[in-house]
């Protein structure tokens, strides 16, 4: 069974709708600002963060209740705003599942000034996805995947499966929300992996990770009926691998990216000369973007054009698979390549073709990767039917 | 429902117990500090890897849950590395972890936060600590739920299997908050080994809970 896109949107400070985002980045405006001072982080820092006015106007408009913490309020908009784009799909009906992609969730509430604000139950991300489905009143039990900065793609990948072989479900509404943390940031400073200007992403002077808040959702479907026949998208394969190497580093070799590849292909029917773009992981650490390029080399995708997101958006953990899977789909029915943004010269032992220039291009089947703590790869393919 | 996969072997840790396919295996008393009672577990079964000791209590539990789970078949010989699945569920994420990083950073005066703790702050770790051990590189995915979902869970991995996605899954719970612990680490494959326990969410039911 085919399973289609029905859907999608991205909240990020680069705007609130798919479309806002897409041009943005077509305009080469980043979403990274430097912060002097700021809650999320003891010394100056650069990172992409939502404007929490702007989430709460937004937030106003769907006139519910207040209860909802900063990360809900935003997979609560994301979803809110994908449906607005297909109106056939019934959010309330027992055959949509939300699966929810989130690696830290709630995790402000663990702030002492947040602490006793919320029930300390919306620290489990199981209860966060409940939560976001009765906003819905989606009938179901949500699905969580938390599986470092791969959930977004996992998440899309467990939804196609899904969608294929279960005919209990007709439509899969994949949500992933991350947000900027002291939490977070103190975290990755302490790896000394935060870079101390915008990152750039497979450059020669790429010296680290910018990080980034966000929500996307991609609602899937296996009823044809409920998409456009014209354009429609379609996701054809996935998997994930481990490297079994380091549990906070990437394979020297790039092995396990490789298998994952391989084997999205593999599912997807496609061999590596029918890909026509890659939507890079392209953290901007020294090995994550090494251990790609390698990666791509040996699955012989050397030539296809690449871009990195991480400029724009910063590094938004478990949504950035869903938000950059989205760009990826607008790129598709533009046909246009985005630019990575502060990439000046190739800075990867082996080629890959980083897109420098925003440009047109016939996409046909695009791949999406992704790379993460603990090891974890996950690729996926979508192809215009 | 009907299957033609089957558990082979399962572990479960919990209240200061050890059961190995459902039978008692190994009691600690001296102790109500689940470290303590890890770390003799760790012992008893001479499982030797001192990255044992740098690990966080969750991936320690899943680190001897594993152990004590691939002990009973040696399945690096009849599988590749890559035909290996680990899907591995739980509550409490890596709040345990989170909760103590936390702390390293709420005062700016005492600021220490380390990234020997950071790095356990993402419940998949323990899948990575796994798949480093025993050299596996299929499949991964780390599920929160609630309570142990089994129905999703082994239709899920029936599907992995089916579609020869993987050709055996190391599966499971492994769960750590405030002192509260379980571990119940199975393999499923399409063979009939070992256990041979159909592979279906009632007889799972029925194994988590008889210990």
Redesign the interface.
């Known amino acids: 069974m085919n399973v289609f896109v029905a859907a999608d949107n991205i909240i990020s400070p680069l705007g609130f709708t798919s479309i806002e985002n897409f041009e943005n980045l077509k305009h080469l405006q980043t979403g990274v600002r430097f912060f002097e001072t700021s809650d999320f982080s003891?010394e100056p820092v650069h990172a992409a963060v939502i404007d929490n006015e702007k989430i709460e106007t937004e937030f106003k408009k769907l006139n519910t209740s207040n209860g909802y913490t900063k990360l809900e309020k935003m997979a609560i908009l994301s979803i809110h705003k994908a449906l607005e784009q297909n109106t056939t799909i019934d959010i309330k009906s027992e055959k949509t599942l939300i699966i929810f992609s989130s690696?830290?969730?709630n995790?402000d509430l663990?702030?002492?000034e947040l602490k006793n604000k919320y029930d300390k139950k919306r620290?489990?991300?199981?209860?966060t996805?409940?939560v976001i489905c009765s906003h819905f009143q989606n009938p179901n039990?949500p699905?969580?995947?938390?599986?470092?900065c791969i959930s977004g793609v996992?998440a899309l990948m467990?939804g196609k499966?899904?969608l294929e072989?279960?005919s209990k479900y007709e439509n899969i509404i994949v949500v992933g929300a991350d947000i900027i943390t002291?939490?977070v940031v103190?975290?990755?400073?302490?790896?000394k992996a935060v870079s101390t200007e915008i990152a750039k992403p497979y450059d020669a002077e790429r010296i680290g990770i910018s990080l980034g808040e966000a929500a996307g959702t991609i609602v899937l479907t296996n009823n044809v009926s409920a998409i456009s026949t014209t354009s429609s998208i379609l996701v054809k394969g996935g998997?994930?691998?481990?490297?079994?190497?380091?549990?906070?580093g990437p394979s020297r070799s790039g092995?396990?990216l490789l298998?994952a590849i391989e084997?999205a292909l593999e599912e997807s029917n496609l061999k590596a000369e029918d890909i026509h773009f890659i939507s890079g992981h392209g953290t901007a650490t020294l090995f994550n973007d090494e251990m790609e390029a390698l990666a791509i080399n040996d699955a012989h995708l050397q030539n296809v054009p690449m871009n990195s997101l991480k400029s724009y958006f910063g590094h938004t953990l478990g949504a950035a698979g869903i938000i950059e899977s989205v760009i990826t789909l607008e790129s598709m029915r533009k046909n246009t390549l985005i630019a990575t943004f502060n990439f000046k010269t190739l800075g990867t032992s082996k080629p890959v073709n980083i897109i420098s220039k925003t440009q047109e291009a016939n996409l046909q089947n695009c791949l999406k990767t992704a790379a993460?703590?603990?090891?974890?790869n996950a690729a996926i393919v979508f192809s215009k039917q | 429902m009907s299957t033609k996969n089957y558990i082979s072997a399962i572990c479960s840790i919990k209240n200061g117990k050890v059961f190995v396919n459902n039978t008692l295996d190994y009691t600690f008393t001296e102790s109500n500090e689940p470290i303590d009672f890890f770390k003799s577990v760790y012992k008893h079964y001479q499982l030797n890897y001192p990255k044992f000791y740098k690990m966080d209590s969750l991936s320690k539990l899943a680190f001897i849950a594993s152990e004590i789970l691939l002990k009973t078949q040696a399945i690096s010989k009849e599988h590749t590395p890559e035909n290996i699945a680990i899907i591995i569920a739980n509550s409490a994420s890596s709040l345990e972890i989170d909760t103590e990083h936390q702390q390293t950073i709420n005062d700016k005066a005492n600021y220490f936060p380390s990234p020997a703790n950071f790095v356990y702050t993402l419940p998949n770790i323990l899948i990575g600590e796994i798949a480093i051990r025993n050299k596996i590189k299929g499949e991964n995915t780390f599920f929160i739920f609630d309570k142990f979902d089994t129905l999703f869970m082994s239709s899920y991995i029936n599907s992995l299997l089916n579609s020869k996605k993987a050709s055996i899954c190391v599966a499971g719970w492994v769960d750590f908050y405030e002192n509260h612990y379980e571990a119940n680490l199975y393999l499923v494959e399409n063979s009939e080994k070992g256990l041979k326990s159909k592979h279906t969410a009632e007889e799972l039911n029925k194994r988590i809970t008889n210990n």
């Open positions: 003891v690696t830290k969730g995790i663990l702030q002492p620290l489990f991300l199981w209860e996805a409940k039990t699905l969580v995947v938390s599986n470092a996992i467990l499966r899904l072989e279960n002291h939490f103190s975290g990755f400073q302490s790896f998997a994930s691998s481990n490297d079994a190497n380091h549990i906070s092995d396990g298998l084997k993460g703590f603990g090891g974890c």
